[in-house]
């Protein structure tokens, strides 16, 4: 696929940003997708944003992926900015562009812990990526991730893309 545009480490790009409190941390969290639920397959029924870790400080990373620890810097993925009452009573606000740096690249995704993953990949058999390199389970733009041997791997859900045919990868 010829949209391709991976992101550099130490540029700075204009990133989807949504205001709101992750762990005692309250800030303008850069988002990669849409905000989405997953109550099938994944049992998460909340509405919530992936997070672009790409564009966080690495200490805040750090302190939120702590709650995780087993998982190491991977944990990050088990955390979401999600619209739960108790945590955002007035809903989550649309994202706003902000220019940020790009400090890091995603850390691998630790598909060994996540248990669903493979029902996920079976419903996803046979699928193709969107036009514009758009993860066809909820929408993520993967078009600013580096391929490793050909293949992209979704930070939100961890599905693998070939990046010249589009197809997945199981
Ligand atoms: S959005 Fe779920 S794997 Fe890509």
């Known amino acids: 696929m010829s949209d391709r545009n991976p992101y550099i480490v130490g540029k700075f790009y204009d990133v989807p940003t949504v205001h709101g409190l992750i762990y005692g941390v309250r800030m303008d969290w850069p988002v990669i997708g849409p905000m989405h639920e997953d109550a099938e397959?994944?049992?998460?029924?909340?509405?919530?944003?992936?997070?672009?870790?790409?564009?966080?400080?690495?200490?805040?990373?750090?302190?939120?992926?702590?709650?995780?620890?087993?998982?190491?810097?991977?944990?990050?993925?088990?955390?979401?900015?999600?619209?739960?009452?108790?945590?955002?009573?007035?809903?989550?606000?649309?994202?706003?562009?902000?220019?940020?740096?790009?400090?890091?690249?995603?850390?691998?995704?630790?598909?060994?812990?996540?248990?669903?993953?493979?029902?996920?990949?079976?419903?996803?058999?046979?699928?193709?990526?969107?036009?514009?390199?758009?993860?066809?389970?909820?929408?993520?733009p993967l078009a600013s991730l580096p391929s490793v041997d050909g293949i992209v791997t979704c930070p939100a859900h961890g599905l693998k893309w070939n990046v010249k045919t589009g197809e997945m990868v199981l």
């Open 41 to 140: 397959i994944i049992n998460f029924p909340w509405q919530h944003y992936h997070i672009d870790w790409r564009f966080v400080p690495l200490r805040i990373c750090r302190s939120v992926a702590v709650k995780w620890h087993s998982y190491g810097l991977a944990g990050v993925y088990a955390i979401v900015l999600h619209a739960r009452p108790e945590v955002h009573p007035n809903g989550l606000p649309a994202p706003v562009m902000k220019r940020m740096k790009c400090k890091m690249e995603f850390p691998v995704f630790p598909e060994h812990v996540v248990r669903w993953l493979h029902e996920l990949r079976e419903k996803f058999a046979g699928c193709k990526l969107k036009p514009g390199m758009v993860c066809p389970h909820r929408g993520v």
